[in-house]
Structures are given as structure tokens and as C-alpha cells.
């Protein structure tokens, strides 16, 4: 073995054992299971449900069901969470108000939130806060969008991401990941950090693919992000050493 065959080895070795105890900031939850878990608690107008009711898994999406459940959210988190990015598919299989959306920055206790809200029938999307786990009271307009990219089909799922920043607030949409455009963008700091939700209403609503980064977000199911930023630095390891068979 040539040395510089040999130090490649030893550089990539140590930085595979910083990275297997290196926490990665990221939530991911792919839904590929039966249950819902322990990492997400469903609430009920202030009244927290041990039972999931209204929520489930569906061929590795959790879906609402309003007619198992009443206006809920389904929560995951820890009250300091903050400056993160959330990021999630979605779909709706009715093209009628209302069948809901998400919810960043959650009080736990005083249900406090700011909210992304879904409207079929007119094709908007809207970005509010709100003071209580009911949508209604306190509700404040941050921004809104109607356009192309939200045409309000059923069965197909569309990409949604939220951006916090200190006060500054962003919302991305698309039919995907790749085709996102940021939609909304607001000032706000009535909430400084907090929980994340699903949101249901009263109609039935369906989400995959959760993610959730930023600074002290505990990995949760998140290996896959982990594994890609692995790979990633080693690959990088392995092409500056240009190792070769040759040595």
C-alpha cells in the first residue's frame, strides 16, 4: 500500500468515527411504519389526546381523517426549537374549504402559533398567527398567494416549505422540491420559537415526507440525512487524494 493510499485511509476513518457520534440537526419522518410513534402528540383545542384520533398512517403517509377526529393538530418538538426550516409534501383528495395545513412556532401551552393555511375553493394560501390552538381568535393576516403555482388538484401532492429567521418569515411552494418558488414573505416576532404541527380541519388532508432543520433539532429517524452528508464528505476526501489503483 502506497502512503498516500494509506493516509487517505486514515483521514477517511477518522472522519467516519467523528461523524457516527456527530449530531445531525435534522427531523425526518418518512412515515414508513405502522404507528404513529412516540415523537408526535395530537391536540385537541388545548386537550392533549393519548389515542390518535383522526390522524393515522396510510401506505407511508399520515393522513386526517375529520370524520375520526375534530379540528386537532398533530405536534412534534420542544418549546425552544427556533430559526428552523420545515419542509413537507402534501396533498388533498377534496377541493372544498377547509382542509387545513401547518403550524410553526407552537406554545404548547397557550397554543400560540403562526400557521400556513390551505384554501381549495379560491386557490390561495395564506400565512397567519394566531393566539390560541383555535384557528379563529387572533387571527392575523401575514401575507397570502393565489397564482399559478397552487392549482388545487386532488391526489397530487404538492411541496411546502416554512423559513424562520429571527422575525423573518418565508414560504416556499411547488408541485415539488425542485419547483418550489418562494410564495410569501412577512416580518413577525410575536413568536420567538416553538413546536411543530400538522394541521386538520374539516377536511381530509394528507402529508409525507416531514422535515425539520436547524440549530439543536435532535435527529429523529434521520439517518438518511445523515448517511447522504457521509458520502458526501468522503467522496470529497477521495477525489483531493485522486486515489487510484495505482497508488
Same mark, same amino acid.
Not at 14 to 21: G, N, T
Not at 23 to 31: C, N, S
Given at each position: 500500500m502506497s502512503r498516500n493510499v494509506r493516509t487517505s485511509f486514515i483521514t477517511i476513518m477518522?472522519?467516519?468515527?467523528?461523524?457516527?457520534?456527530q449530531?445531525?440537526?435534522?427531523?425526518?419522518?418518512?412515515?414508513e411504519r405502522k404507528n404513529l410513534g412516540d415523537d408526535w402528540k395530537v391536540e385537541v383545542l388545548g386537550a392533549e389526546k393519548k389515542d390518535f384520533g383522526g390522524w393515522s398512517i396510510d401506505k407511508g403517509e399520515v393522513?386526517?381523517?375529520?370524520?375520526?377526529?375534530a379540528n386537532s393538530r398533530m405536534m412534534t418538538g420542544k418549546p425552544a426549537w427556533?430559526?428552523?426550516?420545515?419542509?413537507?409534501d402534501m396533498k388533498f383528495i377534496m377541493l372544498s374549504n377547509y382542509p387545513g395545513g401547518i403550524r410553526t412556532y407552537v406554545d404548547a401551552e397557550t397554543g400560540g402559533h403562526y400557521a400556513v393555511w390551505f384554501y381549495p375553493e379560491t386557490k390561495e394560501i395564506k400565512l397567519f398567527s394566531g393566539t390560541?390552538?383555535?384557528?379563529?381568535?387572533?387571527?392575523?393576516?401575514?401575507g397570502q398567494y393565489k397564482g399559478h403555482?397552487?392549482?388545487?388538484?386532488?391526489? @397530487?401532492?404538492?411541496? #411546502? *416549505?416554512?423559513?424562520h429567521k429571527g422575525k423573518q418569515i418565508k414560504v416556499w411552494f411547488g408541485k415539488n422540491k425542485?419547483?418550489?418558488?418562494?410564495?410569501i414573505e412577512a416580518n413577525d416576532g410575536k413568536f420567538k420559537s416553538g413546536l411543530f404541527a400538522l394541521d386538520g380541519y374539516n377536511q381530509p388532508i394528507y402529508f409525507d415526507n416531514i422535515l425539520i432543520t436547524g440549530p439543536r433539532i435532535p435527529r429523529s429517524d434521520g439517518e438518511a440525512v445523515e448517511s447522504?452528508?457521509?458520502?458526501?464528505? @468522503?467522496?470529497?476526501? #477521495? *477525489?483531493?487524494?485522486k486515489i487510484s489503483k495505482g497508488g
Open positions: 477518522l472522519v467516519l468515527i467523528i461523524l457516527s457520534v449530531q445531525i440537526d435534522a427531523f425526518l419522518d418518512e412515515f393522513v386526517y381523517n375529520p370524520a375520526k377526529g427556533k430559526d428552523y426550516t420545515v419542509e413537507c390560541t390552538f383555535d384557528i379563529n381568535p387572533g387571527l392575523v393576516t401575514l403555482l397552487y392549482d388545487a388538484k386532488v391526489d @397530487v401532492f404538492y411541496h #411546502l *416549505k416554512v423559513i425542485d419547483q418550489a418558488e418562494k410564495i447522504q452528508n457521509k458520502l458526501a464528505i @468522503v467522496w470529497g476526501i #477521495l *477525489k483531493s487524494n
